[in-house]
């Protein structure tokens, strides 16, 4: 492991809450709410950007739906719409925000991070929704908001790379189906990317209490979920689905993190689907080091590896 890396994991460890044998749903949720919070301590001080607004879908059948926009310059510029993580009962966009300053000023895109709604309160699929919701917005406010919509991509990371897929995924349907513009690319950073029970991954063993517990995770999963059937629906755990027609896409792995081996069996996946994929493996690095960036130099090295990549789509300004 990275000494940098398990100087976070260390500190993370000092101000977690005592065991207290096995806590209940609310209980457990309450610590894993706060633990998930501790991350945003981690990140680099927020950048200055040109501006950092927030637009509202409005109230339908469903709640109205905030998105942030962090632009780093004025003018037109291509979207890139940032669905965050913290296993969809967690974590937020004001938790990611030094990261997502960061990663508009690296990239110089528009970024759109909608604050979607969480489990347990609003199970799947309410998040998938809401960043559909998002994408449709913006779209249609492409003009107003001086978006280049013929330039989109979906990142995410952790349960935010899972959702980003499941959008990409809708968006081909879309296309094939209505004609719908095409979505350009999806990042995937560290992507959940098989729910079922007790998934058999070696790295879930080997790297095992690295920011993500087994056990922690089960019971993040039912929290997420409505039902244990959802655990092997295509959208949830993407090593099921057809991947053929998905975008061109950039997908991280860290060495030390539990998720390491599905990630690395979803790139497989879409690469034998034809489907374009770069696949940047971090040896060493841990879960979730997107909001490391105070404590961890491969966190800089990350946001290179994503506006180099995004340079195929649009350069940057």
């Known amino acids: 492991m990275d000494a940098e890396a398990r100087d976070v994991l260390d500190y993370l460890a000092r101000l977690a809450p005592a065991a207290e044998g096995t806590p209940d749903d609310a209980r457990w949720l309450e610590n894993f709410r706060y633990q998930t919070r501790l991350l945003a301590g981690l990140d680099a001080p927020p950048m200055e950007l040109h ?167 089960e019971r993040q999963i039912d929290l997420y979920l409505s039902r244990e059937s959802d655990r092997h629906d295509p959208i949830v755990s993407p090593v099921l689905a057809d991947p053929a027609g998905l975008p061109s896409t950039l997908l991280v792995t860290c060495g030390a993190d539990p998720l390491c081996d599905e990630g690395d069996a979803y790139g497989h996946l879409l690469a034998s689907a034809g489907v374009p994929v770069r696949h940047d493996h971090f040896a060493g690095m841990i879960h979730a080091f997107m909001q490391t960036g105070g404590h961890t130099r491969a966190t800089a090295r990350l946001f290179d590896c994503i506006a180099n990549w995004l340079q195929r789509f649009a350069p940057s300004p």
Do not use: C, K
């Not at 937020?92 to 528009?110: E, Q």
């Not at 980003?164 to 968006?171: Q, T, Y």
């Open 51 to 217: 501006s950092v607004s927030h637009v509202v879908v409005p109230r339908t059948s469903t709640p109205a739906l905030a998105i942030r926009l962090y632009r780093p310059h004025p003018g037109r510029l291509p979207l890139l719409l940032h669905m965050h993580g913290g296993g969809a009962i967690a974590g937020s966009v004001d938790g990611h925000d030094a990261a997502l300053r960061m990663l508009a000023s690296r990239t110089g895109w528009l970024v759109a991070a909608p604050l979607y709604r969480r489990a347990p309160e609003h199970r799947f699929p309410a998040q998938l929704e809401d960043g559909w919701r998002a994408l449709g917005h913006l779209r249609d406010q492409a003009d107003t908001l001086n978006i280049d919509a013929s330039t989109i991509v979906i990142s995410g990371d952790s349960i935010g790379g899972t959702l980003a897929n499941a959008l990409a995924m809708r968006g081909r349907d879309a296309v094939r189906e209505t004609g719908s513009p095409a979505i350009a690319g999806q990042i995937l950073l560290y992507p959940n990317t098989d729910l079922r029970r007790d998934a058999d991954y070696p790295s879930r063993t080997r790297e095992n209490g690295h920011i993500i517990a087994l056990e922690d995770l």
